[in-house]
């Protein structure tokens, strides 16, 4: 069930696939006498009960492809599917003659530009074509995923009167 060398799940036996050999296994570990062990068992098998099989995406659906496909949709406009699975489009940091020099890679969580050697992640994607600090644009990627900001606490000012 479990390969000898890593402790990671091996190929599917008995006909279970690895999310539920992973939830067997810790099932078990839950019940472990170690306490830090029980712990891990339970925060990982809340993990895996929050996993969904991931959505087939449509060429024209930015959604399912993620936060960095819709937002080089909204900046560059619809992008061309290649028969390898990448997408591409123009490059809206440089002047582009071809127009497919932005290259989207296949899962959406990545991208690169062949003319001006810029890549990354829908952070950096924020960053660059916004011009926001990182700062400001892991909230606007937590805003566009629906997570709230957590609110800003000010400091506690005491002030302290001396009597004479």
Known sequence: MYSATSGHPAAPTDGLSIVEQLRERYERLAQDPDP??????????????????????????????????????????????????????????????????????????????????????????LRLAEGLSSQEAARQLGLLRGIRPARRRLPLRVSVEVSA
Not at 91 to 101: E, I, K, M, T, V
Not at 103 to 110: A, D, E, S, W
Request: glycine content about 12%; hydrophobic content about 35%.
């Open 36 to 125: 830090a062990t029980r712990r891990i068992a339970v925060q990982q098998f809340a993990r895996l009960a929050n996993t969904q099989p991931a959505a087939a995406a449509h060429p024209d659906d930015p959604g399912p492809r993620g936060d960095l496909a819709a937002l080089i949709i909204r900046t560059v406009g619809k992008l061309d599917l290649r028969p390898n699975g990448t997408e591409v489009g123009p490059c809206p940091f440089h002047a582009s003659h071809s127009g497919r020099c932005l290259v989207l890679f296949p899962g959406g969580t990545r991208w690169w530009c062949s003319s001006c050697k810029r890549g990354g992640t829908a952070l950096t994607w």
